[in-house]
């Protein structure tokens, strides 16, 4: 590893730590003019209900005004390769993009040419380095949908190129929108208690595939600062529970029985509030437009580190039994 990227390694280090906000300023699509400048929008992965949720919302023409324009033109259908529960369903959301007007492309590269920004959905986070790295090489703004990466070492990766690309990067669970999170003061917030679905994928982290939709509410509410993590697994559930540096305490269960459901509470100064229910993905959708009309992300990458800092740290704590884990431990072993 030369000197350079070891010292962006550190940087992202330390920012995940100290809770910093990386400022990154972008550029916009390199070289392209389209019809409308800028607004052209390419998928890549069909393997996700996420992909034809978004196209759905920017191509009807009734809802361009709310979404500035923004279009889905183009859209590369891998995604997973190797997730049945993915693969199964590329050929019928294929077949659905191509209904709303959108052109299926065979690589990346093609895909690229013909678009502006990007929404990177790839159900499998394993591919994401690759593909994020892919776009952020030609300038190109690009929403990584989740999980982000399967590894934070991957996660650290993708930063790493946002810096060395100069193009910020926006990720996020659409769960960062809930009901209840809108006009809240964070500087009131003296715990909470998250829950989502937590269901399991053999080729991911536990909470990366399905988990982090909780894990990443209890962040919109509590912020960055989780000092250490325990975690109880049982087959049907797991109970997170982190200690903050300033002494509060913030909760995530995650359910694989029962019904799926999204939510939880806030404990402020003024008292409680409840998240929830879900409220779609017009919330998420609004933030990506903006973001790719400005270059600012709603979500620092310090705190998205944290976020997969504490899924990892739950992970071995499952590991030890149940034992404390400090995040501070896990982000030093992922930047070794």
Known sequence: MNSDTQNRRVFLKNAALGSLALSLSGTGGVGAIPTATGKRVGIIGLDTSHSTAFTKALNTDETTTAYSGYRVVAAYPYGSRDIETSTKRIAGYTDEIRKLNVAIVDSIDELLRQVDVVLLETNDGQLHREQAIQVLKTGKRVFIDKPMAASLTDVMAIFDASTTYRV????ASSLRYIKGVEGLDKRSVLGADTFSPAVLEKTHPDLFWYGIHGVEALYTVMGTGCQDVVRTHTDGTDLVVGRWADG????????RT????????????????????????EPLLKAIIHYFETGEVPVTPAE????????????ESKRR????????????????
Do not use: C, S, W
């Not at 998205?304 to 992970?315: G, N």
């Open 168 to 171: 910020p990067i926006f990720t």
């Open 248 to 255: 509060r305490v913030g909760t995530f269960r995650g359910t």
């Open 258 to 281: 029962g019904k799926h459901d999204y939510g939880g509470t806030v404990y402020t100064q003024n008292g409680n509030v409840t998240l929830g229910p879900y409220g779609g993905y």
């Open 304 to 315: 998205t580190i944290e976020i997969f800092a504490f899924m990892e740290a739950a992970d």
């Open 321 to 336: 039994g149940g034992a404390a884990v400090r995040l501070d431990h896990i982000l030093k072993k992922a930047t070794r």
